[in-house]
């Protein structure tokens, strides 16, 4: 009976085997026919559209005035806005993985607020707040400053939005590293900002560079608070998800998935960067 047993042993263990390479295999096709109906016809039916009436069409389509328009002010937003969330970052990152103190828990609930209110509605507090009818609306007019249907506006609501990015992505990055380094050159007689400069940011660049990534990305492709305080001004206010957005209700596909086009290869270079930086960051943890 033991003989027979062990004689039936490997057959089993041969069928499952048998059996966990058919269901990887079904597994993994499964997987790459969702990534290829989802994710890469999309993004080669863009670049077809883009292109199917032809290169001159394509680049009258993203150097014409407004298209023009809608690039500055978008770049122009993403200047402003990465820069001080990434100091922003820095900053909150420092303080909750390094300091205990009170009201921390309640800190990180509040950098997590974007990801739980919705975009549109985003944009409906900033109108509240600098709005004509707003809470801060007399005083704006008052000394002549326009927030809302201005590039201001859209500055303050992709803050918003970008907000937790690069804080997100140093808390943890930070939380994993500990702090024997740092507590290493305290005691070596190193000050605050010299352990700063010289361990930890050196520690966590690869970790920063990723945050300022995913937020360089979602700045220049927010489309809902943007859309809310813009007002659409052609030329003026329209961000280029905007403006595609405007092409697009004018029946103008082609311009439409040209302008569309750089936003798609922002997509496809945020990915390739981000994969670069993984690798680096993985070999350097190593």
């Given at each position: 009976m033991s003989a027979a047993v062990i004689e039936l042993y490997p057959r089993r263990r041969s069928l499952a085997v048998g059996g966990s390479r058919v269901v990887r295999g079904l597994l993994i096709?499964?997987?790459?026919?969702?990534?290829?109906?989802?994710?890469?016809?999309?993004?080669?039916?863009?670049?077809?559209?883009?292109?199917?009436?032809?290169?001159?069409?394509?680049?009258?389509?993203?150097?014409?005035?407004?298209?023009?328009?809608?690039?500055?002010?978008?770049l122009l937003t993403a200047a402003i806005a990465v820069p001080l969330n990434?100091?922003?970052?820095?900053?909150?990152?420092?303080?909750?993985?390094?300091?205990?103190?009170?009201?921390?828990?309640?800190?990180?609930?509040?950098?997590?607020?974007?990801?739980?209110?919705?975009?549109?509605?985003?944009?409906?507090l900033f109108i509240q707040l600098f709005g004509a009818r707003g809470f801060l609306g007399d005083w704006l007019r008052d000394h002549g400053l326009r927030v809302i249907f201005a590039p201001p506006g859209i500055i303050l609501a992709t803050l918003f939005i970008t907000f937790p990015f690069v804080a997100?992505?140093?808390?943890?990055?930070?939380?994993?590293?500990?702090?024997?380094?740092?507590?290493?050159a305290v005691v070596l007689?190193?000050?605050?900002?010299?352990?700063?400069f010289r361990v930890t940011l050196p520690n966590i660049k690869w970790g920063l560079l990723y945050g300022v990534i995913l937020c360089n990305s979602r700045a220049m492709g927010e489309f809902g608070a943007v859309s809310v305080v813009s007002g659409h001004v052609r030329g003026e206010t329209n961000?280029?998800?905007?403006?595609?957005?405007?092409?697009?209700?004018?029946y103008q596909l082609s311009s439409a998935f040209a302008v569309a086009s750089l936003l798609t290869l922002?997509?496809?270079?945020?990915?390739?960067?981000?994969?670069?930086?993984?690798?680096?960051s993985k070999g350097e943890l190593r």
């Open positions: 096709a499964l997987a790459l026919g969702f990534v290829a109906l989802l994710l890469v016809a999309p993004l080669i039916a863009v670049f077809v559209e883009a292109f199917r009436k032809g290169w001159e069409v394509y680049a009258a389509s993203i150097t014409e005035p407004d298209a023009l328009a809608a690039i500055r002010l978008t990434t100091l922003f970052g820095l900053a909150a990152a420092w303080s909750i993985t390094r300091f205990d103190f009170r009201g921390k828990s309640v800190l990180v609930t509040l950098i997590d607020l974007p990801f739980a209110v919705s975009p549109v509605i985003s944009g409906l997100r992505e140093l808390i943890a990055f930070m939380e994993t590293q500990g702090r024997e380094q740092e507590e290493a007689g190193a000050n605050g900002w010299q352990t700063f961000t280029v998800p905007l403006h595609v957005e405007v092409l697009y209700n004018e922002l997509a496809l270079v945020t990915l390739v960067v981000r994969h670069f930086v993984e690798r680096r």
